[in-house]
C-alpha cells in the first residue's frame, strides 16, 4: 500500500515513515499540507502523462 504521511514534527515524520516501511509499505512523507498538496499533484501529472500514452 502506498501511504503519504504528513507531519510537522520530524522526528515523527521519520519514525512513522520508517515503521510503515518496515511493515511493507511504500511511503513518502511530507511536513505540511502544502507540501503534501504539491506531491499529489505531481502524482497526478504523472499518472495523467503515463496513461495517455
Partial sequence: MKIL???DDP???SL???????SGHEC???ANG???LS???EKERAST???ST
Avoid: I
Fill in 5 to 7: 504521511v504528513v507531519e
Fill in 11 to 13: 522526528r515523527t515524520r
Fill in 16 to 22: 512513522l515513515t520508517k515503521g510503515l516501511g518496515d
Fill in 28 to 30: 513518502a512523507a511530507c
Fill in 34 to 36: 502544502e507540501e503534501a
Fill in 39 to 41: 506531491k499529489l499533484a
Fill in 49 to 51: 502523462s503515463c496513461s
